[in-house]
Antibody, heavy 120, light 109 residues
Framework: QLQLQESGPGLVKPSETLSLTCTVS??????????WGWIRQSPGRGLEWIGS???????HYNPSLKSRVTISVETSKNQFSLKLTSMTAADTAVYYC????????????WGQGTLVTVSS | QSALTQPPSASGSPGQSVTISCTGT?????????VSWYQQHPGKAPKLMIY???KRPSGVPDRFSGSKSGNTASLTVSGLQAEDEADYYC?????????FGTGTKVSAL
């Protein structure tokens, strides 16, 4: 059974860069023809797609976050990562990593999510 | 890229049917047959209930069904059960990205 687990700091200071990693187990990130994504949810709010990456390194980003987001993949570690720069309070959210069910078809596997708070 | 529009809430008695709408544009819902629906219980990660407009992942009860007409997609929960009480989000593929809906809280009265 495929499992995803987010890891990273729970607290980030304003203006700093958030770095999160998603570790995949139960399957290889490079053997699947799927995109791997990051989605976030602000407290009491809805879901927001951040971006996604293919095992080859091809990325797609939310246009509203594109200038601040970098998603990368490390196939040797079966991990992919998110970097979000210039963090503000508005970036406080639960961050999820996920895998598509099929190309463009939505996300069938999700991590449990990790809460990131932006505060000094 | 604006969020898809969903009603804030929907409700029904146990055993009844509830339908949730999700309205987008020709650039997202209307342009692709890649609408998905997620169920989210408090404190939990979203769970995929419907993908590609009307397909159900393995393990999702057939009480859940999806459809699309023009720029609007719909999720119907037939035979509403207490465990169906949750937040539901629609999503659509849109030009190399995804857009999510505003979310609907479903209550079983």
């Amino acid at each position: 059974q495929l499992q995803l687990q987010e890891s990273g700091p729970g607290l980030v200071k304003p203006s700093e860069t958030l770095s999160l990693t998603c570790t995949v187990s139960g399957g290889s990130i490079s053997s699947s023809s799927y995109y791997w994504g990051w989605i976030r949810q602000s407290p009491g709010r809805g879901l927001e797609w951040i971006g996604s990456i293919y095992y080859s390194g091809t990325t797609h980003y939310n246009p509203s976050l594109k200038s601040r987001v970098t998603i990368s993949v490390e196939t040797s570690k079966n991990q992919f990562s998110l970097k979000l720069t210039s963090m503000t309070a508005a970036d406080t959210a639960v961050y999820y990593c996920a895998r598509e069910v099929g190309n463009r078809s939505g996300y069938s596997y999700w991590g449990q999510g990790t809460l990131v708070t932006v505060s000094s | 890229q604006s969020a898809l529009t969903q009603p804030p809430s929907a409700s029904g008695s146990p055993g009844q049917s509830v339908t949730i709408s999700c309205t987008g544009t020709s650039s997202d819902i209307g342009g692709y047959n890649y609408v998905s629906w997620y169920q989210q219980h408090p404190g939990k990660a979203p769970k995929l209930m419907i993908y590609e407009v009307s397909k159900r992942p393995s393990g999702v009860p057939d009480r859940f069904s999806g459809s699309k007409s023009g720029n609007t997609a719909s999720l119907t929960v037939s035979g509403l059960q207490a465990e169906d009480e949750a937040d539901y989000y629609c999503s659509s593929y849109a030009d190399s990205s995804y857009v999510f809906g505003t979310g609907t809280k479903v209550s079983a009265l």
